[in-house]
């Protein structure tokens, strides 16, 4: 989302080096939506990936779709969601001739609406996999009681939620232990939460603790939220959406951390600002 029009407006070429950096670490999944950039990030990266002559098969490709956004691509009075048989047929269809891929390995609905329909979406769904256009089906930011409505016509393999040390409400309201139970994988957008963009008494109370421990584990604040997030067991993958290659860098250093039981407590009571219960 962040390396087009809506972030740091990578060209061509900036991109394709950006795609060869993140490889060059390891990080092989891009996580992209229609939306992004006003629906213009996706076409961007595609010719960024024709462009780097990197081979299908070393990368995964993952997209969105449904949010129907007023900018300036589309004729959208307001914003609304379309999960219509047809509209998720053509989004798809968009989105690999943008990307220039015959297939994605993961499509999400992006969000939920009050009009969608488990069978509609099905008929897509299936088609989608039948013609291999699609490797895996899932949704994002989707409760449980949303997932129960989707999985009584196709199964899901994936939810893309809101997660981090100061947004965890997943981890408490049963979303996390849903997708568990059912094997579900979750990935958490903004996996940092508002550590570094906010400055109110809870992130202050936060920073002081990332500070100690950083010299416990020799870490920086970025990779101990996100050896806080992938501590949980549910198997959490963080999309990260930073463009700083040093970041890039430490988030996956993240894998290697550790968290001490009582150390990755000592966070949660920080961030809630009491004991835990």
């Known amino acids: 989302m962040s390396w087009g029009n809506w972030g740091k407006q990578f060209s061509i070429d900036e991109m394709t080096k950006q795609l060869d950096r993140t490889l060059e670490v390891g990080i ?66 968009q989105s690999l001739k943008n990307l220039q891929t015959d ?4 499509l999400l609905l992006h969000r939920p609406s009050p009009l969608m329909h488990p069978t509609e979406i099905n008929e897509a769904v299936s088609r989608l996999q039948s013609e291999g256009k699609i490797k895996n089906f899932g949704v994002s930011n989707f409760t449980q009681s949303q997932m129960d409505l989707i999985e009584t016509k196709n199964a899901i393999n994936v939810n893309q939620i809101e997660f981090s040390l100061t947004k965890n409400s997943a981890m408490l309201d049963g979303t996390l232990d849903a997708m568990t139970v059912r094997g579900i994988t979750p990935m958490s957008w903004s996996p940092l939460g508002s550590v570094f963009k906010e400055k109110t008494e809870q992130t202050t109370r936060v920073r002081a603790v990332l500070k100690e421990l950083g010299e416990k584990y020799n870490a920086t604040a970025d990779q101990l939220l996100l050896a806080w997030v992938l501590k949980h067991p549910s198997n959490i993958h963080p999309v990260i959406g930073t463009t700083n290659n040093k970041r890039i860098l430490n988030a996956q250093s993240a894998l290697e951390i550790d968290f001490e039981l009582e150390d990755w407590f000592e966070l949660l009571g920080v961030s809630e600002g009491h004991k835990v219960p």
């Open 28 to 93: 092989t999944t891009f996580d992209h939506a229609d939306i992004y950039g006003d629906y213009t990030t996706e076409t961007q990266f595609g010719k960024a990936f024709k462009q780097s002559k990197i081979q299908r098969e070393d990368i995964q490709l993952i997209s969105k779709c449904g949010i129907q956004y007023v900018g300036n691509t589309r004729s959208n009075k307001i914003k609304h969601y379309n999960y219509s048989k047809e509209y998720i047929l053509w989004s798809v269809e």
């Open 103 to 106: 297939y994605l390995d993961l």
